[in-house]
């Protein structure tokens, strides 16, 4: 059985609003959320989709859920105070849930509710890789210098491209093994991971990639809003445009 868990607990500070949070805001005919959940709620490989949101926007969730008529969809869970609290809410859930169901160790795509371009190929390509491979991340080359920070505002080392990837998502793991890394964080007092890509990696795992396209962003800022939007345009022409 193959599982998303959506994750949508945010409320986007970095986005300089105080409205809706970034997740529901409208991209073209339907909200950002809404773009992100149909593409795993389509996928012949994904079997059910958890989303974690946050608890003041969950019956609004749940609103558009029936607007839309998404499938698939096993639960709704509150957010954390964190995004690896989040994370760690939507696994005990399905931790309880297979145990109660008997299901077997399910293989998990971990989401971001606001990387909605993420591609039907790309999802199936994860979890084919996973289960040969015992996990799957996705990841972007880096196009761009990346340096170290070093101490007064300078520099201490600067990084070959080459040798870099912008890790995004999925992110695809066996349940037991992440929701592992995850009770570990917490029994460390460890709550500061960047994601599950991190923490299985701090804690010994070893990580297959596979690489995805350039469109698969995370809307976190107002450019990369802006950004979506003429995504989403260039979707609506490109017939047009022959691309």
């Given amino acids: 059985m193959n599982i998303a868990v959506i994750f949508a607990g945010g409320i986007g500070s970095r986005m300089r609003r105080t409205g809706m949070p970034k997740q529901f805001l409208m991209l073209g005919d339907k909200p950002v959320l809404i773009r992100t959940i149909e593409v795993f709620s389509k996928n012949k490989d994904v079997d059910g989709i958890v989303v974690v949101c946050h608890k003041d926007y969950i019956n609004y969730l749940g609103d558009l859920i029936k607007q839309f008529s998404i499938q698939k ?27 109660n169901e008997n299901i077997e160790n399910p293989l998990v795509l971990l989401h971001d509710g606001v990387r909605p371009f993420i591609r039907d190929e790309l999802v199936s390509r ?24 070093g101490s007064e505002q300078t520099i201490k080392g600067v990084f070959k491209r080459e040798s870099c990837l912008l890790i995004k998502a999925p992110q695809t793991f066996f349940l037991e093994d992440i929701y592992k890394c995850h009770v570990k964080a917490i029994q460390e007092g460890k709550d500061n991971f960047v994601d599950s890509a991190h923490m299985v990696v701090e804690y010994g795992g070893k990580l297959h990639f596979t690489l995805c396209e350039a469109s698969n962003i995370k809307i976190t800022t107002p450019i990369d809003f802006f950004t979506a939007k003429a995504i989403v345009k260039n979707e609506e022409y490109k017939d047009v445009y022959g691309i």
Avoid at 126 to 149: H, L, M, Q, W
């Fill in 73 to 99: 969809i096993i639960g709704v869970v509150n957010g954390g105070r964190t995004g690896q609290e989040s994370i760690y809410n939507g696994l005990s859930f399905l931790v309880e849930k297979t145990k």
């Fill in 126 to 149: 994860c979890v084919r890789e996973a289960k040969r491979f015992g996990n799957c991340v996705v990841a972007a080359p880096a196009i761009e210098t990346i340096g170290e920070i």
